[in-house]
């Protein structure tokens, strides 16, 4: 009997030797006779567990972990295609703690299948969704996304309905679904997870997006960084539209969606909804004043609805179960899920798809398990590098968008970056002008040359020059590009700063 | 930048149907619907600190400093890209908004060198104005921080400089060659505080920047600064005047120090120009303070004598009694006179005045004999005036254009640009041109149809079109039968639906693809408003008058004349043009297209004029030529036209002018026909008078003098001396009274004085009492000549044929930096650009011959030959060579023929068949040319002007 083993091909277990492992694995089936079938699936999102084998047993898929090539021979030993125990054994996978944990709705297939199988996707419950869909009127589609209570998992958790319904209502003789998938903010990974651990998915919730305002083709405007991605999207698009899944007639519908795919150039800004657009038509990556508002004058001057990729592959399991279904989870006005990434100075490492609610402390200890270091957390950023850097004494807040801002974070794409005690936040807050000063399009005045001031001030305060005068200074400098800059860039880099200088003011004075 | 004194509204003006109120600082505010919160405030009278903002470009909202508060939002938007909404109240002045306005121009001065004194812009700066405006006291960063205060300065551009260390990154100018040029030369590089303007790969000059101006235009600070600025400072006047280069007849406002031009600028409210500009009305006008400019009357009985300076009483009184001797001598029709299309409306009136009453006869002629005088015929027969039938404007409403024979991006830039912004927004063109001109593939714009035809087959390509449009039902037969003779429609259509007109027929003729003619007639018929926009491609052909009858019947077919967006518009070589042709230069007629055999028109003219006026025509250009050669014409006044150099068989026309006895030339220059002459009269460049042009649209301009003519006499003033001392007295004390004459006796003038034409600014004709304002759409109840006229337009191919001897046909035409004969443009930095005539060639022709890129070839017709450098290049089709007329050394016109158009003998310039030889040397004619220009210029006075191109 053929026995299945899962290695997967997600760049973070790749990064880490999966391609090597695999390759042990087929050497050592040959070897000892065994008939074994290698399934590349995705990542099951437990970092610090990867390359994680997996082996379908009758009792389940049982997780092995991490497995370096070396250990192959050890686990044919201990009988690992019977689930047979050894040191790197984890029991079956889905008992896992940290994933047992989890409410995996848009990750549900994410490690579990070989991302580019057409059967496996339809196996495990994909299509449903949008077959629903091509039965609905384009308004009740945008009924069951607003009921749902999804908002846009880019950062800025506009409610995805209300978008969709924007973009339904314009007239025009053209409308387009731009996928954002330029994941740019540090320490964030779902989207590119989901590219490559199950992209029918994305491509299911875009065409379900253009069955609902009305558009016939999507674009994907991936980083350039995520090759891996790149080459599941291309394969995933051709095998898609060759099954009938996209093109001229979806699914048989007589409605047609197509998706196009394009690649930046390795600029953080072009994740700016309107420098994406920009960049989608060939442009220099710069930020257009809003409005008009992309909804109504987006891709090519035509309605567009701009999502990010958790938001677009939310869509298919809110058309399978229902709006409500989703609105159940959460609390407040953050429905559903979000899937959370736990990276930087953390011993757990990964991604967490957990309801809305749950605690920074919760994510940070009962997942993260505290440091990778050991030592005492000090601050997390959450929301990539815009975010504000959270003391301990702010760990217990929900993450809720609304409490959350009000607080002075921002969830953003969910990304949450942990730091030691070890960490110089005055280093972090010149890092975050910095990062700024770099990656900024150059457009407006106050992120364009503020970041670079900013820069020089926090020298100047961390050297002890005329410290009181500069902080002032800084402080007005944020203010300025805080309230006058174009779009988040500027306008978000004096969170960073001013909440190390708030919580941490030694790091500023030493 | 515009003068700090021309307000800024800092958006485009959003004409709409609907308006919006609301309150700005408390003050009522109504505005169209789409108008920006900034527009609107400055309407007010609230002018909000800006600087990315301008209202000749699309609201960008990078600088920041327009921010407002607008009661129940969050936050402060920038007014520029915020549109006004009913009831919106907006607060422009807060403690808040100084607060943050202050603090964005702190961040700009922290990277700007703190030289204001000592700079170009010092006094018209936005960015000192708004350091002003914002109350900037400190910088608190200080200057030691990064900066770009190290950048070198580019000085590769003859006119302007580009110094990045004044530069605030607002992108104006990249803004100013994408929206308003359509040049897209200009770009930012790099990101982040590194981002910085930047023109190609290298510097200004290496790059696709066509010198348009637009991006000086638009810089707030001296970033890019007009080199004349830097050198003399800011002016202290301006006034607003008319350019002298093409038809398009941009406004400008010449800005002084004293009577010295320190700078051209487009003028914002030019109805032509809209506040753009090309380069050579922009930057070259270097010449009229030129050292080689003729300052001095003088005279001389042989042109083998030296000449001796007079004054200005000798000269003129010399001049008089040459005339009256020839004319006692050979007769009265033994002189004539030519007008110039490059003065004004009234000093042509006066010249073609002075020849029909003080020589008396009809002996007078211009220019548009060898450029648009079949547009004058063709119009008038099927439309019933010789004129264009649109604005310029009327381009924005145009859904297909059909440009045949014009190379616009050249020729007429700041329209083309025009042109370009409609095509980039959607509109469909259709090229019929041999060569591969711009217009054909240009950034964001592509031609959906060029039809490569061979030259000299616009009618057989033009009546394919039409054959496609009647036999495939697309004729706008309810257009047609309600606003043409149907009678001439019916006879019309059986010839062209005749099989031998069908594309089929005739592709081996014309050389384009049957079911290219098909595409494109097809796309035109279809579009909603079409327009057809032509040049000297059609008329100077032995069929031009033909072809210009086939786009009117074309136009006519496809319901597009009498309405915004359609119509027949000639594109007019030179500045005056159209308006040298309505003052009667020509030989058949008098002011206003009126013809000499008309005893009625006669008769109020010799009323007025108090002589009675010949009733037969007089003698064309080439009649003159002819008669000087067989001996009955002796005398001739050319004013402000170079016909040695224009004119196509050059040694006929040097033998011509050899044979005269009295050649009297008005010319700013010692041009190429100066050299023939026996008296040579100053004369004044558009600087140096008062009068009017008028363009391609038939709007007439104010040209204003903005400095004392150099040699002391305007041109109009030397004329009437010139018809004093014959004995015929004319009296003028300004031009606007020869203006008010013209009004008197031309019923399409009656309207125009000179106080009006302040008022509205331009004025088009026909202006009268059925139009008090003018006319910027003709045609549009009936066609002047009541029903149109369709004209059966049979392809009759040119005499001039390639044979085994001459196997290549040459077509001339001209380049944007050079200026028709170049008497101007060679005289400026343009040299830059185009420092002599080339000939293009394809490179299988190349090839054939041997010949490579840069080469020196000789070019050889049946009438002679030059020598010119080779460029190779596939924009020609093969089979065809292009070269442009320039440089008199150059000696095109040597190559070009006698042929010439049936009805009004226009030049027959684009069809010579020629043959090309590799490694050549100069021609005989060439070096004959060399040394009659330096015998020339031996005879000339010591210490007095400096000859041609020397």
């Known amino acids: ?510 | 930048m515009y003068s700090n004194k021309v307000q800024d509204f800092g958006t485009p003006a959003r004409p709409a149907a609907k308006s919006v109120a609301l309150q700005i600082d408390g003050q009522p505010v109504t505005v169209p619907a789409g108008t920006s919160v900034l527009r609107a405030a400055a309407l007010a009278g609230v002018n909000i600190p800006k600087l990315c903002a301008t209202d000749s470009l699309e609201a960008f909202g990078s600088c920041r400093l327009c921010l407002v508060e607008v009661e129940g939002r969050r936050g402060f938007p920038a007014s520029c890209t915020t549109h006004c909404e009913p009831g919106m109240k907006v607060r422009t002045q807060s403690r808040k908004l100084a607060d943050l306005r202050r603090g964005v121009m702190e961040l700009y001065i922290s990277d700007h060198p703190l030289d204001c004194l000592t700079c170009p812009a010092n006094g018209n700066c936005e960015l000192q104005d708004m350091a002003g405006v914002t109350g900037l006291r400190e910088v608190r960063y200080g200057y030691a921080g990064e900066n770009h205060l190290a950048a070198p300065k580019d000085e590769s551009n003859p006119y302007f400089t580009f110094d990045p260390t004044k530069c605030i990154v607002c992108s104006r100018c990249v803004r100013a060659c994408d929206e308003i040029q359509g040049t897209f030369a200009l770009t930012v590089q790099g990101r982040g505080f590194g981002s910085t303007i930047a023109a190609g790969p290298t510097n200004f000059l290496d790059s696709e920047c066509v010198s348009c101006g637009a991006c000086v235009q638009a810089c707030p600070t001296s970033t890019l600064m007009e080199k004349s600025i830097v050198d003399q400072g800011q002016p202290d006047h301006a006034v607003d005047t008319t350019c002298a280069y093409c038809g398009v007849g941009c406004a400008f406002r010449a800005e002084m120090k004293g009577s010295e031009v320190v700078r051209m600028v487009p003028h914002k409210d030019g109805k032509a120009n809209h506040g753009h500009s090309c380069i050579k009305g922009r930057f070259a006008w270097g010449y009229a303070t030129h050292p080689d400019r003729v300052n001095t009357p003088m005279i001389r009985s042989k042109i083998t004598d030296p000449w001796r300076e007079v004054s200005w009483d000798e000269a003129i009184a010399y001049a008089a009694s040459e005339i009256k001797r020839i004319q006692a001598r050979y007769g009265k029709d033994s002189v004539g006179g030519i007008t110039s299309s490059r003065c004004t409306n009234e000093e042509t009136y006066l010249v073609q005045k002075l020849v029909r009453a003080g020589f008396g006869n009809n002996n007078v002629d211009t220019c548009a004999r060898v450029c648009h005088s079949p547009t004058g015929y063709g119009l008038k027969t099927t439309l019933g005036e010789s004129a264009g039938t649109q604005d310029f404007d009327s381009v924005e409403h145009t859904d297909c254009m059909i440009v045949i024979g014009a190379n616009p991006t050249d020729g007429h830039p700041v329209f083309a640009s025009r042109m370009k912004q409609r095509l980039r927004a959607g509109a469909t063109l259709i090229v019929i041109d041999p060569r591969r001109i711009d217009l054909v593939r240009t950034p964001h714009v592509a031609a959906d149809f060029h039809l490569p035809l061979k030259p000299g087959t616009n009618v057989a390509v033009l009546n394919a079109m039409a054959h496609v449009i009647v036999t495939e039902g697309l004729a706008r037969e309810g257009y047609v039968r309600e606003r043409c003779e149907v009678d001439q429609y019916e006879k019309w259509k059986t010839f062209i639906a005749s099989p031998k007109n069908s594309p089929e027929a005739l592709e081996a003729e014309c050389g384009v693809p049957a079911a290219s003619l098909r595409g494109a007639a097809r796309l035109f018929a279809k579009a909603g408003n079409g327009a057809i926009y032509y040049g000297l491609g059609v008329t100077e052909h032995s069929q031009g008058s033909t072809t210009v009858m086939a786009i009117a019947n074309l136009a006519m077919v496809t319901g597009n004349i009498g309405r915004p967006g359609v119509g027949v518009n000639p594109l007019r070589g030179q500045n005056n043009v159209q308006g040298s042709c309505d003052m009667g230069s020509f030989p058949h007629e008098l002011p206003g297209y009126r013809h000499v055999g008309d005893a009625g028109v006669r008769e109020l003219f010799a009323t007025t004029w108090g002589v009675p006026i010949q009733d037969e025509p007089g003698l064309r250009i080439p009649n003159m030529f002819d008669a000087a050669i067989d001996g009955s014409f002796k005398g001739l006044y050319v004013q402000g036209e170079d016909i040695a150099q224009s004119d196509p068989d050059t040694k006929h026309v040097q033998k011509a002018l050899e044979s005269l006895e009295c050649l009297i030339v008005q010319d700013i220059f010692l041009c190429e026909t100066a050299k023939y002459a026996h008296v040579l009269l100053p004369g004044s460049s558009f600087l140096e008078k008062d009068g009017t042009f008028t363009n391609a649209e038939r709007r007439i301009s104010r040209v204003r003098k903005v400095m004392p003519p150099l040699a002391g006499m305007a041109d109009w003033e030397v004329t009437v001396a010139l018809s004093r001392a014959l004995g015929y007295p004319m009296h003028y004390d300004h031009p606007s009274q020869v203006m008010d004459e013209i009004a008197l006796l031309t019923p399409t003038f009656t309207g125009v004085s000179y106080d009006k034409i302040d008022r509205l600014g331009s004025i088009q004709w026909p202006c009268n009492d059925a139009a008090p304002d003018g006319t910027p759409v003709m045609h549009e109840q009936e066609f002047v000549r009541g029903k149109g006229r369709f004209v059966v337009t049979e392809y009759v191919a040119t005499p001039e044929r390639t044979t085994r001897k001459f196997p290549l046909i040459l077509t001339t035409g001209r380049i944007l930096s050079q200026y028709n004969v170049g008497a101007q443009t060679r005289r400026t930095e343009n040299k830059v650009w185009h420092d002599a005539d080339v000939l293009e060639i394809h490179p299988h022709d190349a090839e054939q011959r041997g010949i490579t890129h840069g080469e020196m070839v000789s070019l050889q017709s049946r009438k002679g030959e030059t020598t010119l450098r080779a460029v190779v290049t596939e924009r020609m089709q093969p089979g065809v060579v292009y070269t442009t007329f320039h440089h008199p050394e150059s000696g095109v016109n040597v190559v070009t023929t006698e042929n010439s158009d049936w009805a009004t003998n226009c030049p027959e310039y684009k069809v010579t068949a020629v043959q090309v030889v590799a490694h050549a040397k100069k021609s005989e004619w060439q070096r004959g040319f060399d040394s009659f220009a330096s015998q020339q210029e031996g005879l000339l006075p010591k210490t007095a002007v400096r000859g041609d191109v020397r």
């Open chain 1, 1 to 510: 009997m053929t026995t299945t083993v899962y290695v997967p091909r997600d760049s973070a277990a790749l990064s880490v030797g999966a391609e090597a492992v695999a390759e042990a694995i087929v050497a050592g089936a040959r070897a000892g006779g065994h008939d074994v079938q290698v399934v590349r699936n995705g990542s099951r999102g437990m970092l610090w567990l990867e390359p994680l084998v997996e082996v379908a047993t009758a009792n389940g898929r049982i997780a092995y972990g991490p497995v370096a090539p070396g250990d192959v021979e050890g686990l044919f030993a201990a009988g690992f295609l019977r689930g047979g125990d050894h040191a790197l054994c984890h029991g079956p996978t889905d008992k896992i703690p940290y994933f047992a944990q989890q409410t995996r709705l848009t990750f549900a297939r994410v490690g579990v299948t070989d991302p580019l199988s057409l059967e496996h996707y339809r196996a495990h419950g994909g299509l449903v969704g949008l077959q629903r869909a091509i039965t609905m009127a384009p308004a009740a589609i945008v009924d069951e996304v607003v009921q749902s209570g999804l908002r846009g998992r880019g950062g800025a958790g506009f409610p995805a309905g209300i978008k969709w319904r924007t973009v339904l209502g314009a007239s025009a003789d053209q409308k387009y679904i731009a996928c954002n998938a330029d994941e740019g903010d540090s320490g964030t990974f779902s989207d590119r997870m989901v590219m490559e651990g199950d992209p029918y998915l994305l491509l299911e919730g875009m065409a379900i997006a253009g069955l609902a305002v009305g558009a016939t083709e999507g674009w994907i405007y991936l980083r350039s960084e995520y090759p891996d991605a790149r080459v599941a999207l291309v394969t995933a698009i051709q095998r898609a539209r060759a099954a009938g899944w996209l093109g001229d007639d979806v699914l048989g519908s007589g409605r047609q969606f197509d998706v196009q795919l394009r690649i930046g150039a390795g600029s953080y800004i072009c994740g700016e909804e309107t420098a994406m657009l920009e960049s989608l038509e060939g442009k220099r990556g710069m930020v257009r004043p809003k409005p008009p508002l992309p909804a109504l004058a987006g891709l090519w001057g035509k309605p567009t609805v701009v999502n990010n990729v958790m938001t677009l592959a939310a869509a298919p399991w809110i058309l399978q179960h229902g709006g409500a279904a989703y609105a159940a989870h959460g609390v407040g006005r953050s429905k559903g899920t979000l899937p959370f990434q736990l990276a930087g100075n953390v011993k757990h490492g990964g991604l967490v798809e957990v309801p809305f609610g749950i605690t920074l402390r919760e994510l940070l200890h009962d997942f993260g398990g505290g440091t990778a270091s050991g030592r005492k957390i000090r601050a997390v950023q959450v929301g990539g590098p815009l975010g504000a850097y959270l003391p301990a004494s702010r760990f217990d807040l929900p993450l809720d968008y609304e409490p959350f801002a009000a607080a002075g974070g921002m969830i953003g794409h969910g990304g949450i970056v942990v730091f030691d005690d070890t960490v110089d936040m005055a280093k972090m807050a010149r890092y975050a002008m910095e990062f700024c000063a770099i990656e900024s399009c150059g457009k407006c005045t106050p992120c364009r040359i503020g970041s670079t001031r900013g820069k020089e001030v926090i020298d100047r305060i961390v050297a002890g020059e005329r410290r009181e005068a500069n902080v002032a200074l800084l402080q007005d400098l944020c203010t300025t590009m805080k309230d006058t800059s174009l779009c988040a860039m500027g306008g978000l880099t004096p969170l960073p700063v001013l909440s190390a200088l708030e919580h941490f003011p030694e790091d500023f004075a030493r």
